[in-house]
């Protein structure tokens, strides 16, 4: 029974021993970790991450479709506008940051972004120098729906 109890208490010690050392590898391994981490998300000039920031590499696409209004010269006497789909025209976007500033000892930083369009035509149905779209101008209608709605109503059609 001695026997028992002598392997029993030296089977626990060396678990909880094992299991110190292990949470205690953890607990290094964590930090360690976490102190990659917030070096890897300090922005400061000449480092990857300041560099990716400054100048970001995934490209930014921005796609526009049309409706193009196939019966412009009957929607013109009152009829009903019939419409195709058009597009897409896809423009390239830069977003580089410029005039990039390091300010309050490394604190804060300033800088300008400007954005720049470039057209991709591989990436488009047209060209939009050359292809002749014809839409409904939106806020032009509804102005004057409104409008002649409020004249109706002042002379009592409604």
Same mark, same amino acid.
């Given at each position: 029974?001695?026997?028992?109890?002598?392997?029993?208490?030296?089977?626990?010690?060396?678990?909880?021993?094992?299991?110190?050392v292990a949470l205690l590898v953890?607990?290094?391994?964590?930090?360690?970790?976490?102190?990659?981490?917030?070096?890897?998300?300090?922005?400061?000039?000449?480092?990857?991450?300041?560099?990716?920031?400054?100048?970001?590499?995934? =490209?930014?696409?921005?796609? !526009?479709?049309?409706?193009?209004?196939?019966?412009?010269? +009957? $929607?013109?006497?009152?009829? /009903?506008?019939?419409?195709?789909?058009?597009?897409?025209?896809?423009?390239?976007?830069?977003?580089?940051?410029?005039?990039?500033?390091?300010?309050?000892?490394?604190?804060?930083?300033?800088?300008?972004? =400007?954005?720049?369009?470039? !057209?991709?035509?591989?990436?488009?149905?047209?060209?939009? +120098? $050359?292809?002749?779209?014809? /839409?409904?101008?939106?806020?032009?209608?509804?102005?004057?729906?409104?409008?002649?709605?409020?004249?109706?109503?002042?002379?009592?059609?409604?």
């Amino acid at each position: 029974m001695r026997k028992f109890c002598l392997s029993t208490v030296g089977i626990l010690s060396m678990t909880l021993l094992i299991a110190s050392v292990a949470l205690l590898v953890a607990h290094v391994l964590q930090r360690a970790v976490d102190l990659q981490v917030k070096e890897g998300t300090v922005l400061k000039n000449g480092t990857e991450t300041f560099d990716l920031w400054e100048d970001p590499p995934p =490209p930014v696409y921005m796609q !526009f479709y049309f409706f193009n209004v196939t019966n412009p010269l +009957e $929607v013109v006497s009152g009829d /009903t506008p019939f419409v195709e789909e058009i597009g897409p025209y896809t423009y390239r976007e830069y977003r580089p940051r410029v005039n990039v500033h390091i300010l309050d000892n490394g604190t804060r930083v300033s800088s300008v972004n =400007p954005k720049t369009y470039v !057209f991709e035509p591989e990436k488009s149905v047209g060209d939009p +120098e $050359v292809d002749l779209i014809r /839409t409904v101008n939106i806020p032009a209608v509804v102005s004057s729906v409104v409008f002649m709605a409020g004249i109706l109503l002042t002379c009592g059609y409604y």
